[in-house]
């Protein structure tokens, strides 16, 4: 059974692996000041701290989840699978009691469905690795042939609820691990129903357009990195500020993460403190202008 929801404001988040501190610290600086948005959606990293978010508890974790996740990868014999299966099964409990369960907020998740046989044969075996790199390599010179053939967005979520992606306890875990498995890194493949699926980044870096075509009338954009903001990673396609006569408001680091020491698989501690802190000082001044201008 669905049930009314108000559509007034959407919260979309990127991804990008550890840089995401910044988005977790926007968002807990909104959470501090009140603000709760009637649906989040979350692409890859964002994942985690949007769930939080969606059931008010996003303060709860802090750039102590991150330091944490960081010190995890300097461990022996321990990959992103790994550290990212593990983090969602400490967190999927508590996430899934209270959204699924309550009149919390909607949210979206975005994955990339992969849609083709040879694809599925590459992707979810030991050649993924590989294929992984070519891919890093065709985007960055903004080739999107392969994705184009191979994938599609595919956007779970709590609201779908006659749709085969409707997302619920029973798979949450699922769709969390898919929307952030990049296939360069990722060495356990992501199912959700027995089909395949790899990294939301590949067709989503962030799942805010989509907002607006679901029908939120206002939408937040949280990046984690400076500059021009693009919809994949092939970084072809520049996310608009005005989408279908709906605004999307964007909130971005002043500098580079990589400054701090932080980077997309790799960070320091004290970094990944800054990172956080600076997402919150972002929020504050957001919500700070926000008024001013109303």
């Known amino acids: 059974m669905s049930k009314s ?25 909104f959470e501090i000041a009140g603000l709760r948005a009637n649906a989040y959606a979350a692409a890859s990293s964002s994942v985690i701290p949007c769930s939080m978010a969606a059931i008010g508890r996003v303060i709860d974790v802090g750039a102590n989840y991150w330091q944490k996740l960081a010190q995890l990868l300097k461990q022996d014999n321990i990959g992103m699978s790994q550290i990212v299966i593990q983090s969602i099964a400490d967190f999927a409990p508590v996430i899934c009691e209270q959204l699924f369960q309550t009149e919390s907020p909607e949210l979206f998740i975005a994955t990339s469905a992969v849609i083709t046989a040879e694809a599925t044969a590459e992707t979810q075996s030991t050649k993924a690795k590989r294929l992984g790199r070519q891919l890093l390599v065709s985007t960055a010179k903004k080739d999107k042939s392969w994705i184009d053939k191979n994938l599609r ?8 609820y006659s749709s085969r ?15 952030t498995r990049m296939l360069h890194g990722w060495d356990i493949p992501a199912w959700i129903a027995d089909k395949p ?7 989503c870096l962030c799942p805010a357009l989509e907002m607006v075509d679901i029908g939120y009338k206002e939408v937040i954009a949280i990046a984690n990195e400076p500059g021009l903001l693009y919809r994949d990673i092939c970084q072809i396609e520049p996310l608009p500020n005005v989408w279908k006569n709906t605004s999307i ?14 980077d997309f698989t790799s960070a320091t501690a004290e970094g990944l403190m800054s990172l956080y802190r600076h997402g919150e000082e972002k929020g504050r001044e957001f919500l700070n202008n926000s008024k001013r201008a109303s």
């Open 165 to 179: 992606f409707h997302m619920n306890a029973s798979n949450f875990k699922e769709v969390a691990y898919a929307s």
């Open 197 to 203: 699926y790899v990294d939301a980044s590949y067709t």
């Open 249 to 262: 408001r964007t909130i971005q680091p002043d500098l580079d993460p990589k400054i701090l020491g932080v």
């Open 5 to 29: 929801v108000n559509k007034s404001l959407a919260i979309a988040c990127y991804s990008g692996s550890f840089k995401g501190a910044f988005i977790h610290g926007v968002l807990s600086a």
């Open 153 to 160: 967005l595919a956007l779970f979520g709590s609201a779908n």
